[in-house]
């Protein structure tokens, strides 16, 4: 239990074209999904936290523009780079946090694979 | 806001041995979820052990088992019979408690890149 995928686990696009990344838990519903950031050899930098219905919130610094998110269902958030530049490259990694109780532990995050993207 | 210190950047354990990774940090709450995660070169962050704060007992899952040491702030990951398998990267994070601004935020440590040697 609690797996989360996460696709495209690669994508390399265009300076100035837009990319989504897609999170979804596979077998838990998820109140609440994160996106991080992690840098080579760096820790992950969580980017916003995503609620279900609502408008994400994002981390100090973190334009909102750009980084587009979307919780529509409990199983599901998408990320949408706009209009991405080089700086963007990175290794996107979304979680979701296990909403009920049960073997799966309460209140605990499980990753995606993760997203590797290059903007050329 | 909370801080998670791992101060081992690296760390190294012959095959089969036991290997201790240090994380300290720093909360004024009282109530708290504490884990360790690690990330293998597939970079996939794969949860190891957790750890509630209300609990004195100390979380224990197969080969890995933490010395949680609440007054000190300490959250040790003792890994027993070390395997190749066990190369990573280990990342300690803290959790607030489920009220707030920040509820179930991970606040992440900067990692111990564990190498298990042949």
């Given at each position: 239990g609690a797996v989360v995928s996460q696709h495209p686990s690669r994508v390399i696009c265009k300076s100035g074209t837009s990319v989504k990344i897609e999170c979804r838990s596979l077998d838990f519903q998820a109140t609440t999904m994160f996106w991080y950031r992690q840098f080579p050899k760096q820790s992950l930098m969580l980017m916003a936290t995503s609620n279900e219905g609502s408008k994400a919130t994002y981390e100090q610094g973190v334009e909102k523009d750009k980084f587009l998110i979307n919780?529509?269902?409990?199983?599901l958030s998408t990320l949408t780079v706009t209009s991405a530049h080089p700086e963007d490259s990175s290794f996107y990694i979304c979680s979701a946090r296990v909403r009920?109780?049960?073997?799966?532990?309460?209140?605990t995050q499980y990753f995606g694979p993760g997203t590797r993207l290059t903007v050329l | 806001a909370q801080t998670v210190t791992q101060s081992q950047p690296e760390m190294s354990v012959q095959e089969a041995e036991t290997v201790t990774l240090s994380c300290t940090y720093d909360t004024s709450e009282n109530n708290y979820y504490l884990f360790w995660y690690k990330q293998p070169p597939s970079r996939q962050m794969i949860l190891v052990i957790r750890q509630e704060a209300y609990k004195q007992q100390n979380a224990t899952e197969n080969r890995f088992s933490v010395n949680f040491q609440k007054a000190a702030k300490s959250f040790s990951l003792k890994i027993s019979?070390?395997?190749?398998?066990?190369?990573a990267m280990y990342f300690c994070a803290f959790m607030k408690p489920?009220?707030?601004?920040?509820?179930y935020q991970l606040t992440f440590g900067k990692g111990t890149k564990l190498s298990v040697i042949p």
């Open positions: 919780h529509a269902s409990l199983t009920y109780r049960g073997s799966l532990g309460v209140d | 019979d070390s395997q190749l398998g066990d190369t489920p009220s707030g601004a920040g509820s």
